[in-house]
């Protein structure tokens, strides 16, 4: 099993919210997780100027999620404040892939084997 792990960063003039997670979460983990998500979309906003942020999220490495935090994280994705115009997720498992079309189920949400095509998508 994966350590868990996780980066949150910002490129407001581009932006963009950049996070990156690997192992198997907790409750807790995500609930930290998301508190440096809040802080980055924070940190974002002065560039926004009315105009949403785009995310990108590298999942690769993540494992397959317990459902008690699948619904953790399916809470985080369901406040307001952190979506993002545009949600692109690198993915290197189809079993993780499927898990998490199932807690985002957003049509401005696509996924990716390689950050260069996410990137791309969320820019054009």
Known sequence: MLSVSWTVTVEPRRKLLRLAI?????PSN???????????????????????????????GVQIQ????????????????ARSRRLAYVVDAALAQIQIKRLTDRV????????ESAETWLFE
């Open 66 to 81: 317990s459902q008690e935090v699948v619904r953790s994280f399916s809470d985080m994705l369901a406040h307001p404040a």
């Open 22 to 26: 690997t192992g198997f979460f907790t």
């Open 30 to 60: 995500v609930l930290a997780f998301a508190q440096e998500v809040s802080v980055g979309i924070a940190t974002l906003q002065p560039y926004l100027r009315g105009q949403g942020h785009v995310t990108l999220c590298d999942t690769r």
């Open 108 to 115: 401005d949400a696509a996924y990716f084997r390689d950050l």
